[in-house]
Structure formats: structure tokens, C-alpha cells
């Protein structure tokens, strides 16, 4: 399963749309890294750079929730924080091997997770800021 950017997944905010895209991208390279049966060194390189990542980008968007004062800031950094367990728990299980089974339950979360969170979640944050920058 490939993970494809589209306008649909935009929220209008460019910052965070290419942040989202970058994620895409390298959600994409380690499940083709995994799939391939690459090193474990490349597969390492590749999941623990999207860790970081994914932390500055979720740091990223709660800067700018507490900069606007984003009514549902709690409920959609407790997401965040439910994505980075699931995600640390993919690290401990892939440390036992990459098999066929995790790698579906990965990319069953990771798409559900996504979808879910950038067209709803993500998409009402991005409204609010749209109108928090109509009126100012």
C-alpha cells in the first residue's frame, strides 16, 4: 500500500501540507524498505528518522495551536500522543523481526490513522486557522 499526496489532504496551510507530504514520503520508503527485505541498518536509518520527524512535526502543529489559541488543542495533542505509543510500539515489535504480519498491521494503523487525522482532525485545525487569519 502506497501512500499518495493529493489536494484532498491539504488543510491550507502550507507549511504543514509539505510537512505532511514529507511524512507520506518516508512512510512510503520504510514500508518499500521493509517489504524489500533491505538491511536492518537501512530499515533502522529510515524508521528512526521518521520518529524524529514525526515529533517535530507534531511539535510543529501544537506551537501554532497555542500561538491561535486552538479551542481542541488537548483532544488533538492526546492524538498525537496516541500515534507516537503506536509508533514506539512498532519499534519494539519490528526489534523482533519485520514480519508480513507487522508490516500489515502497520500500514492498516498508519492509513486509518492518517486518513482519519488529516481529513478531520487536521482539516478543523486548519479551518480555525484559515478564519483566525480572515479576521486578522
Known sequence: MNYEW?????IGNIE???Q???LLKYLN?????VKQNNTEEEINRLFNFL????AAHFSS???????????EFNSH????????????????????????????????FLHGW?????????????DFLKKQKDLG
Do not use: C
Open 51 to 54: 520518529k524524529g520527524y514525526i
Open 77 to 108: 495533542k492526546a492524538e498525537h500522543e496516541n500515534f507516537s505509543l503506536m509508533f514506539n510500539q512498532f519499534d519494539l515489535a519490528k526489534s523482533e523481526g519485520a514480519s508480513e504480519i507487522l508490516i500489515n498491521k502497520v500500514q492498516k
Open 61 to 71: 502543529e501544537e506551537k501554532l495551536m497555542l500561538k491561535y489559541k486552538y479551542p
Open 20 to 22: 505532511h507530504q514529507e
Open 6 to 10: 493529493s489536494e484532498k489532504l491539504s
Open 16 to 18: 504543514i501540507d509539505h
Open 114 to 126: 492518517w486518513v482519519k487525522h488529516i481529513n478531520q482532525t487536521d482539516r478543523s485545525f486548519g
Open 29 to 33: 520508503l520504510l514500508m518499500v524498505a
